[in-house]
Antibody, heavy 119, light 106 residues
Framework: EVQLVESGGGLVQPGGSLRLSCAAS????????MSWVRQAPGKGLEWVSY????????YYADSVRGRFTISRDNAKNSLHLQMNVLRDEDTAVYYC????????????WGQGTLVTVSS | EIVLTQSPATLSLSPGERATLSCRAS??????LAWYQQKPGQAPRLLIY???NRATGIPARFSGSGSGTDFTLTITSLEPEDFAVYYC????????FGQGARLEIK
């Protein structure tokens, strides 16, 4: 069974840092691009970051560029998002999502992990 | 940034009726447009990719059409489980999502 399980969410103060992880199983992780997508409470979906299957190509949304860093470890079937200088507006459920092969059609999603930025 | 505008924001229909949801892009995205369904408390589910291709396991009552800047998601004969929020998403230039459209029971 294809599965993505996020972890690492929690409560953090503005200006703080958090590292999210996504454990993948049930498929060949190294063959798929991966992304992080977030959803603020009661709001729509916002794409955050993309990483290619081999980790060479990386993109960020303007709202997080320079503060967030995406990475992956294909040997451990894991995806990460290092989030620094967190702001109130970063509060959201963060989903990891699998691309259909190399593209950014997200055909499998985790259950999400909640990040709350508040003092 | 490519902006996707979905309409209507809310669509009220009855089971058995036909639903038509629209997504307009601020510039051409070719056929790089996907549709997702999201139910309360759940992660989104991919329905349609590259404008008109149904994802694995998606019923035939869901179909997508369009290219360039105008796209449509059609659901023929609504089932009770189809009432949810629907998002379009482009991957032509980075990734952006539409604001979402709620399909509610009339």
């Amino acid at each position: 069974e294809v599965q993505l399980v996020e972890s690492g969410g929690g409560l953090v103060q503005p200006g703080g840092s958090l590292r999210l992880s996504c454990a993948a199983s049930g498929f060949t992780f190294s063959s798929h691009s991966m992304s992080w997508v977030r959803q603020a409470p009661g709001k729509g979906l916002e794409w955050v970051s993309y990483i290619s299957s081999g980790g060479i190509t990386i993109y960020y949304a303007d709202s997080v560029r320079g503060r967030f860093t995406i990475s992956r470890d294909n040997a451990k079937n894991s995806l990460h998002l290092q989030m620094n200088v967190l702001r109130d507006e970063d509060t959201a459920v963060y989903y990891c999502a699998r691309g259909r092969g190399v593209d950014a059609n997200f055909d499998c999603w985790g259950q999400g992990t909640l990040v709350t930025v508040s003092s | 940034e490519i902006v996707l505008t979905q309409s209507p924001a809310t669509l009220s229909l009855s089971p058995g009726e036909r639903a038509t949801l629209s997504c307009r892009a601020s510039q051409s995205v070719s056929s790089y447009l996907a549709w997702y369904q999201q139910k309360p408390g759940q992660a989104p589910r991919l329905l349609i990719y590259d404008a008109s291709n149904r994802a694995t396991g998606i019923p035939a009552r869901f179909s997508g059409s369009g290219s360039g800047t105008d796209f449509t998601l059609t659901i023929t004969s609504l089932e009770p489980e189809d009432f949810a929020v629907y998002y379009c998403q482009q991957r032509s230039n980075l990734v952006t999502f539409g604001q979402g459209a709620r399909l509610e029971i009339k």
